[in-house]
């Protein structure tokens, strides 16, 4: 990454910067648009913050500790929503996603940027989301969804993850996006972990590998820094980083030879950034901190033995694998230490002038020495430049930011929906359902669906889908984690006996649970004929007494849906192939 150019434009910012503003520029805090509120005018025009990570209505709430009757705002670290500093209006809970076009989220994000650059040194904001297809919580409206790793693996061909990239990267970069979490290089060898599965490209090494590389030759030919995660490989764990600790407790010669392949492998292609796991690997190193916090994992693995010259951020530092063992301003402060560059925190609360003093006040005392912040403020300026923000500190033509109806992102994402989706088995050959059969449709709310809820992807997309194509179809409507109220309504269709054969989705999200799988079994217990329609391959959602289940890789998708509806009344075959090699 590192040129002439771009270590110039570097050295000269970062010799403008006194501590406090080199520390602004290492954080990446939350921003829940389109609102742009006081607390985040100040971050960015007083304090010099860095990075947002930005989402077009997914607000972060708090989730690990209690907040104590009288607690002090400042010392509010978790647990529910706060409202921002300088901003007299208090949030009553979780409310739907503020729509927005395009354009007017563009116009937003151009707003923050002119707010960058009118500051001293004018040093330019990037902006980063989290985008693996599937449900993304980021970018919601105005954008095509596409397919979770595994499903574009499923496709057999590369090209389909360069496509995907592609479009996903046009989109983002058309709005102000300049860098994505993605892609994951995990290696998900547990079929059993709750938190990868199908957001790996796969079990192998070498699937990962391939699958990886094209997409991020994507997403560099579009101008996006991909960053590789979650470093050094969380695809064998059997815990969720979210709510606990994992650790990978492999021999180092597995570890290594499964889990750091990919890594190794396109950092030497150039990989310009690298997310570090929140999770214990006891081969690389006898500490009981996190990866993210470890010098021994950090600057002497990955720098050191691997050779790494690129961004080092952390995951999101509110979960809870990482806040069970230090309080927040302490664990941004050993990710520092450890040698990563970027903080990232989604957090809206004060606690982020908490943690931007702790991080001034480690400098100045020599806990966190100021060449190594000067080393890594230098490297976030530098992927800056090739992010393209020294022109104009990254604005764009917001009448532009729409590619919804390009004609090439829209061909890309039916063929990629065609070409991903996957009969995962029909033992009972309930495929194809005849054209006069009476289907009984049960059909989760999708998070995704239920968050964008729009004409593109909202709740029903499967009803609309069988019944556009001329199915009879009765159908219940069930939450994405079923109420005791859904469970009941569902009995008494089935009790119905109005029905030939019963459809039924069983989505399994990563951030709640695969919560469908009992009702499934009793719709099997009638005798009818059953067809689970999931959105991954393992047991989560196709447990092994399930005869007849299709994949599809992204239920929030109207692309993905029409497909599964074609090949389920016999109006498409399905090409796509499992990816695992272990099985799910």
Known sequence: MDTPASRRWADDLLGRLDIAQKVGQLMVFGFCGPVITPDVVELISTYHLGGLRISQGFRIINLFNDVKPGQDPEEWTLRSLHPPRGCNRDFSGVRSPTRCTPSEYATVLNRLRQLALDRPGAVPLHFTIDQEGSGSDDLLFGTRLLPHPMGLAATGDPEMAYRAARTIGTTARALGVNMLHSPVLDVNTNPLNPEVGTRAYGDDPDTVTRFARASLRGFAETGIIATGKHFPGRGESQADAHWGLPVVDLPRDELERVHVSPYRALIADGLPAVMMAHCRYPALSDSPDPASCDPRIVREYLRGELGFEGVITTDNMMMGGLLQRYELTEAVLRTLQAGCDLVLLRDESPIRWRILGRIVAAVESGEYPEDQLDAAVARVLTMRHHMGLAA?????????????????????????????????????????????????????VFPTQARANDSYTRPGLLWEELCALGATVGAVEIDNVPTTQDGERVRRRLAEDSYDVIVTTNYYYHKAASANTPLV?????????????????????????????????NPGGREHLRVVAEAILGRRELTARSPLTGGA
Do not use: H, W
């Open 392 to 444: 104009n500190g990254g604005l764009v033509d917001a009448s532009t930011a729409s590619r919804f109806d390009d004609p090439a992102v829209v061909q890309a994402t039916e063929q990629i929906a065609a070409a991903s989706t996957l009969l995962v088995r029909d033992r009972a050959q309930a495929l194809p359902v005849a054209a006069d059969a009476r289907v009984l449709l049960i059909e989760q």
């Open 521 to 553: 079994r009793e719709m099997l217990a009638t005798g009818k004929p059953v067809v689970v329609v999931t959105n991954t391959p393992y047991a989560f959602g196709v447990p092994e007494e399930v005869p007849t289940a299709i994949t599809c890789f």
